[in-house]
């Protein structure tokens, strides 16, 4: 049987600061199988973006941050790799979509000298007027028909949907196994980041990329994700298919979170007293969805 | 019209207020201070009826406002008086002696960029580590001594202790080399002399690098501190996830916003240099402005002193013209939109 | 202020830089008992001891005229300091109230404060103090007075883009809504949040008002003798490079301790109060 394309294992994360160790993830598991999609749902502060950053290898790097676990990426332990071998792995094997796509593309660089510049990643010796061309038909890919204005732009002349197209055509460009999409477009309206994302679906389904989807909108998680894990402060406290998770959700807290969606105004974030049972009840695991166990 | 000509056009209109502005100040000061300038100027000894010729020819009794006015009309016809000290014009002086200042402090401004920038770059890149320390402790050393001392330092060990330099002048008396320019790296590369030009740019190290180093210290520290923020925004984040090389993330995507605040802080720095190359023309017995200068001043001659600060001034707005230009060449935002 | 000092203290750099400025205020303010020549300030002529090489009791060597080098140095700090004390002290609330009308009012008044400003800070801040030095007399008071028309377009530079931030903010809105008055807005709710900034800029000056200080005196434009100043001592003691090199090294190391010293600290201040460079 082929490894699963993402495998974590018992993830802890702790950052030094002056009053001591502080742990944010407390030993979290999860694994995404070849081309399927599955979200990690909590809310801000939960963890769930660290622990893409932790995937890519770019928390490593922070001289305060300790992390402790097994990652596997296409069975392949991340922390036996060499510093050059992981780095090679970003943006070619993995990549990676932000919130805010407007200011996460370089102000001061045109759209096609920064699509040259991921499409290096995977060819080093390509032409601009070759990743010119490969990014025309990347931008068609996602529905962008006048790619040649596009990659003459800026990102300050287009609109932030444009941008996020353009992000999700950049991500995709040397076809990765991965991709972690950070609250994709959770900057923008929401009719257009619901286009976008269903225009990634779409792109995901075709390439068979496997997603991690990081997002703390319960709604556009039902619509994009197979599967969804539940984390909160640092903990993933529920697992399960979407349709069994959004069916029956069974942890206090997933109920917490589901009874919050419609409330726009006001009720804010649901909270779970840390004196009460449910704030200790244990990790939900819904029917077949074991984490697999290692090679070894 | 496209955004950078109006720009331009708009910087040249502000400049000019501003350059009049300062005409003003100057010329104000010069007059309202205590004293009688045409019995500073004439000595002790001069009769009154000389006195009174001088003041009559210098418009000295008609009112502030009209002097001004003669003041100005004469500067449109690029008469700045006669100097009471050389007894020449003083735009004749001015000629003179501006061109090997100039020449200093170009290649100063040269060396503050070329130097200052890339060693902020570096400090950001390895910020918290020690190339990052070092860097920031020789800047901040470097803006904190004004560069009279640096000249006197330089000068005592690396021409003095160790003479790899010439001690003073800018160029060895053997070459004789015809002026067209005034600049002499230019003139002796127009006489065809390879040797003179050598000999005229080792002159120009010390005292080009002793003027610079308050400036480098200036330009690495901020481009440190503008990178550091820079690195904390999102497309940095960006360009990690997607593997970029850590040297090509420095040196492309973060340096290059960060350079957009530098710039205007460094244009303004140039006044500093400006300012600077008196302490250093004095060390190096350098043949500029500086020995004019001071002596026009210690002289009160009033025609002299505001035509050098005019001068100085209108290089100075003429500096930050151009790094107006530079930064909307690479600042897309102004070069593309429709407002400024 | 506990805390800050504690921070200050731990890091090496901004440890150093309070030890410097200690040194420095110390030895201005104790001058008279420091110093082993205190007479040695003024026009005193001592030839049988006339230009000595650094050694016991000439710490840093006498000038030409057998004067103790140490104890000028010593004098010429408390008189930099004082003069850098006395121009802050009229620059920084002229320049602070220009920038907080004009960022404040806006319209015509900020038009043209702002211009007059420009016009300050287009003539290069030595070459300004030059020219009023050299029509004025040179004597410390008129040295104060040029180095103090040549700073306060620079705080009100500071504080009129703080001022125009600010202005958004909900907390200013918010005062204008309940019907403030213009004066208490920009004195009591604008003007403590640039605090910090002025604060941090002020150490860091205290540095460099000394530093154009000695630029003037060096150019023969500042203090006169025989009152002791580290510029006049470079500029006298470079005639006799490099065989009596005390006169210049160490005179302008003293200038450089000062200000760099003072550096350090403002560094460590703008770190501490969260002020942006």
Redesign the interface.
């Given at each position: 049987m082929t490894p699963p394309t993402l495998r974590i294992r018992d993830l802890h994360l702790s950052f030094k600061t002056y009053s001591g160790l502080i742990e944010v993830l407390h030993g979290i598991s999860l694994h995404i199988r070849r081309g399927e999609r599955v979200a990690l749902v909590g809310e801000s502060g939960s963890g769930k973006s660290v622990t893409a950053r932790i995937i890519?290898g770019?928390l490593q790097t922070l001289?305060s941050a300790r992390v402790d676990g097994l990652v596997e990426f296409e069975g392949q332990d991340l922390e036996a790799l060499s510093w050059r071998q992981r780095?090679?792995?970003?943006?070619?094997r993995m990549?990676?979509i932000?919130?805010?796509p407007t200011?996460?593309?370089?102000?001061?660089?045109?759209i096609g000298e920064q699509f040259h510049?991921?499409l290096r990643?995977a060819d080093a010796a390509i032409t601009r007027e070759a990743a010119d061309a490969r990014a025309a038909r990347l931008l068609e890919d996602v529905s962008i028909a006048e790619s040649a204005r596009v990659l003459e732009s800026?990102p300050?002349?287009l609109s932030g949907g444009m941008n996020q197209r353009v992000m999700i055509a950049?991500a995709l460009a040397n076809e990765p196994s991965l991709l972690i999409a950070d609250e994709p477009g959770t900057a923008l309206d929401v009719t257009v980041q619901a286009q976008t994302l269903s225009l990634m679906r779409d792109l995901v389904i075709e390439h068979n990329t496997a997603v991690l989807f990081i997002s703390h909108n319960l709604g556009v998680v039902r619509e994009f994700a197979d599967r969804v894990y539940v984390i909160y402060k640092g903990r993933i406290v529920e697992h399960g298919t979407a349709e069994a998770l959004f069916e029956d959700p069974r942890h206090p807290y997933t109920r917490a979170l589901m009874r919050a969606i419609p409330r726009i105004t006001g009720g804010g974030i649901p909270e779970i007293e840390d004196t009460s049972d449910d704030y200790y009840a244990p990790l939900v695991v819904h029917e077949g969805c074991g984490e697999p166990e290692g090679a070894r | 019209m496209s955004p950078v000509v109006r720009l331009i056009l708009k910087r040249l209109g502000i400049s000019l207020i501003v350059l009049v502005g300062v005409s003003m100040l100057i010329f104000a000061i010069a007059r309202v201070i205590p004293g009688d300038p045409a019995r500073i100027a004439l000595g002790p000894n001069a009769s009154a009826e000389q006195v009174e010729a001088l003041r009559e020819r210098l418009h000295l009794d008609e009112p502030l406002p009209l002097q001004y006015a003669y003041f100005i009309a004469d500067l449109a016809q690029g008469d700045l008086g006669v100097s009471l000290y050389t007894n020449r014009p003083v735009t004749t002086d001015i000629a003179q002696f501006l061109p090997a200042t100039l020449e200093l402090i170009i290649v100063a401004g040269l060396m503050m960029i070329m130097i200052g920038l890339p060693l902020g770059v570096l400090s950001a890149r390895y910020r918290g580590a020690w190339p990052d320390n070092a860097i920031r402790i020789v800047a901040m050393l470097g803006v904190s001594a004004p560069s009279f001392v640096w000249a006197v330092i330089l000068m005592l060990i690396f021409a003095f202790f160790l003479p790899l330099f010439p001690i003073a002048g800018r160029i060895a008396d053997s070459f004789s080399v015809p002026s067209v320019t005034g600049f002499l790296l230019i003139d002796t590369l127009l006489a065809g002399d390879i040797r003179a030009f050598g000999n005229a740019a080792w002159h120009l190290v010390l005292p080009a690098f002793a003027l610079a180093l308050s400036g480098i210290g200036q330009a690495a520290r901020l481009t440190r501190a503008n990178m550091v923020e820079t690195y904390d925004r999102p497309f940095i984040e960006m360009a990690r996830s997607y593997g970029f090389p850590e040297r090509r993330i420095a040196n492309r995507y973060a340096f290059r916003p960060s350079l957009i605040p530098s710039l205007t802080i460094i244009g303004l720095d140039f006044a500093a240099l400006l300012g600077n190359a008196f302490l250093v023309e004095a060390v190096f017995a350098w043949p500029g402005l500086s020995r004019y200068g001071v002596a026009v001043i210690l002289r009160k001659d009033l025609n002299a002193i505001v035509g050098t600060v005019l001068i100085i001034s209108a290089m100075f707005l003429i500096v930050n013209i151009v790094v107006d230009l530079l930064i909307a060449l690479i600042n897309p935002r102004i070069r593309l939109s429709q407002r400024s | 202020m506990k805390r800050t000092a504690a921070i200050l203290i731990a890091n090496p750099l901004s440890a150093l830089g309070v030890a410097l400025v200690a040194l420095v205020v110390l030895s201005a303010v104790f001058a008279d008992f420091i110093a082993p020549f205190p007479e040695h300030r003024g026009a005193v002529v001592d030839f049988a001891n006339f230009n000595k090489a650094p050694g016991w009791p000439y710490l840093f060597g006498t000038d030409l005229v057998g004067r103790d080098l140490f104890s000028r140095v010593i004098y010429a700090y408390r008189i930099s300091l004082m003069l850098g004390i006395v121009v802050l002290a009229i620059a920084v609330p002229i320049g602070v109230t220009i920038g907080l009308v004009a960022g404040y009012f806006g319209g015509w008044t900020e038009a043209v404060l702002m211009r007059i400003t420009d016009v300050f800070l287009s003539i290069p801040p030595l070459v300004l103090a030059m020219s009023m030095m050299g029509l004025l007399e040179p004597t410390l008071t008129n040295g104060m007075l040029a180095v103090t028309a040549m700073w306060w377009p620079w705080y009100t530079r500071l504080v009129y883009n703080l001022t125009r931030g600010e202005k958004e903010e909900g907390y200013v809105l918010a005062a204008e809504v309940i019907g403030a008055s213009r004066l208490h807005v920009v004195f009591r709710e604008i003007l403590p949040n640039c605090v910090p900034a002025v604060l941090t800029k002020m150490t860091l000056d205290l540095g460099f008002v000394i530093l154009i200080a000695s630029s003037l005196s060096f150019l023969g434009l500042g203090v006169q003798p025989p009152t002791p100043d580290l510029g006049s001592m470079v500029a006298d003691g470079a005639k006799y490079l490099p065989d009596s090199w005390w006169l210049t090294v160490f005179p302008g190391m003293a200038i450089l301790i000062a200000v760099f010293g003072f550096n350090l600290l403002g560094d460590a201040l703008r770190e501490i109060l969260g002020v942006d460079q």
């Open positions: 890519l770019l001289r780095h090679r792995l970003r943006g070619t990549s990676m932000f919130q805010d200011s996460s593309l370089n102000p001061v660089y045109r510049e991921v990643r800026y300050f002349q950049m | - | -």
